[in-house]
């Protein structure tokens, strides 16, 4: 029986809250915080009707230390669960070291003034969470998060080592736009005009964002192009299991999307540097970011599924030889919308944020200081997960993959 605290209101938040509501005996009270007041009580709304639990809400900007500070102190959480912006990441943990409390994420910091994740500036918090005696879980959501798991899982139970890796990230769903983005429009174009990298043989390797790409055929939505691009979990992946050789990230777009955003990228639409507008500074990706649908409006038309997995190769566990196994999950965009009003995307990010949650607050998953999740077991989170709305599938494949 636990108290948390929640920050942020977007689709993430609402499939993570409505979930949390769901499974009452671990969590005992929820409370919702975020910039627009609204939108928590939209979410505790929908939670009332849907599962019968109440949900406190405030207003807060997370980026104001002090109140954050003083909102801890006053509710006394035994987590915070925070589901805004990469932005907000290190004030929200500036706020939990002050206050005492456990902290939990779902993507890594992110600058303001540069498209730039890494996970050092929130490692670099691990001494004095560890000297507070509090713990971080960095990036559970699905990507990164469960993709973490799951290739930990294939390292407990078929691999004795990953010697390459690849990261596959299909959304199949059609939401019948001509152009929107599936979560955050900022942070999600950001992250695909990017420059894509891998890791190769002990070093990072970057290339041209969108210049790989290959077709592959995934199971319960069809043949689909996918984009090599950089992702933050190979940074992890890569600290956590030096043997790799290569690890890859690879995500699905369809053509009009590649269409919009190169005509957006060439006019200038998704630069992040100020540019003079009407004697006031403005800058073009967050005024495109405005005029686009909002990923929470999505869900309502969205049809066809998710599938994302990982596909290892390495020595198997039993000797013998090398083997390379496929693991995935697949996710109905109209099931997840029936259950929580939010479409897949949010609900295989909300989920397990909601289980990474969860096994820190049951003892699971402990430890004092800056955690990322390769570094726990990922039986009891892959059996809860699982439980919980994202049931996944592991299969043997011939060999290494063909790209
Ligand atoms: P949304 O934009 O829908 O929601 C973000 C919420 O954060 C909004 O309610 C917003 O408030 C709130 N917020 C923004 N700034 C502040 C602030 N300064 N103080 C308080 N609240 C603030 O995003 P999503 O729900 O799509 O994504 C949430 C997070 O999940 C993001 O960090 C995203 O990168 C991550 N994510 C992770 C994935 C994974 O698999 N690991 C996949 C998808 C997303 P307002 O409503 O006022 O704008």
Redesign the pocket.
Known sequence: MSKVLV????????VCVHKMAMNPDIFSQIHL????RS??DAIAESVKQRTGQDVATYE?????VPAMVNLIRKLEPSLVV????????L?IMDACLEAGVDYL???NYEPKDEAKFEYKWQWAYHDRFKEAGIMALL?????????SVFAMWLKKHKLKTIRQLDILDCNGGDHGQRFAT???????IR?VTAPARHWENGKWVETPAMAEKVEFEFEGVGPKNMYMMYH??LESLARFNPELERARFWMTFGDEYIKHLTVLQNVGMTRIDPVKYQGRDIIPLQFLAAVLP???TLGETTKGKTN?GVIATGEALDGSGEKTFYINNICDHEDAYEETGNQA??Y???V??MVGSAMMLQGAWRGEGVFNMEQFDPDPFLDMLGDQGLPWNVKELDGPVPF
């Open positions: 920050i942020g209101a977007g689709g993430v938040s609402s915080a975020s910039r627009t939108k928590c807060i900007d997370a980026e104001e925070n589901l805004a912006l990469p932005y907000q990441d004030p994420d779902t993507a990036g559970s959501g699905f990507d990164p998060g469960v993709t599936n979560f955050n429009p900022e942070i999600n992250e933050e979990e909002k990923p929470e994302i995307v949010s295989t990010t909300g397990p944020a």
